[in-house]
């Protein structure tokens, strides 16, 4: 009977640190990123079509224009880059010089 209350007392003082180590990590990982924070900014503007992505992302972009937050606009823009794969086509072309030039054809710009 005295052994078995050793083996519990233990058990018990190497369970109470374990506990406290797994709660410390369980709170350290739970907590939100700037990711998660800017994943629910897109989820509120975003209207549900594949289509408005792009645009979704475009207005959370303006929303941290004026906010210093270089790690969130990073990642923003790389969402955006990532959505905006297609080739623009344009008949209006930017010379060295700053100037527009109108061009005859339409010409894909990548």
């Not at 369970?15 to 709660?23: E, H, K």
């Not at 270089?70 to 297609?86: A, G, V």
Request: proline share 3%; charged share 35%.
């Amino acid at each position: 009977m005295t052994s078995f209350a050793i083996y519990e007392l233990i058990g018990f003082i190497l369970a109470l640190p374990l506990s406290y180590g797994m709660a410390y990590f369980a709170r350290k990982y739970s907590r939100d990123t700037y990711k998660d924070e800017l994943h629910r900014l897109y989820s509120a503007v975003w209207n549900g079509e594949e289509e408005d992505e792009l645009n979704a992302w475009l207005k959370v972009k303006q929303i941290f224009l004026d906010k210093k937050a270089p790690k969130k606009k990073k990642y923003i823009q790389k969402r955006i880059n990532e959505l905006n794969k297609q080739n623009l086509y344009s008949n209006t072309l930017v010379d060295e010089k700053g100037r527009l030039k109108v061009s005859e054809r339409s010409e894909p710009i990548k």
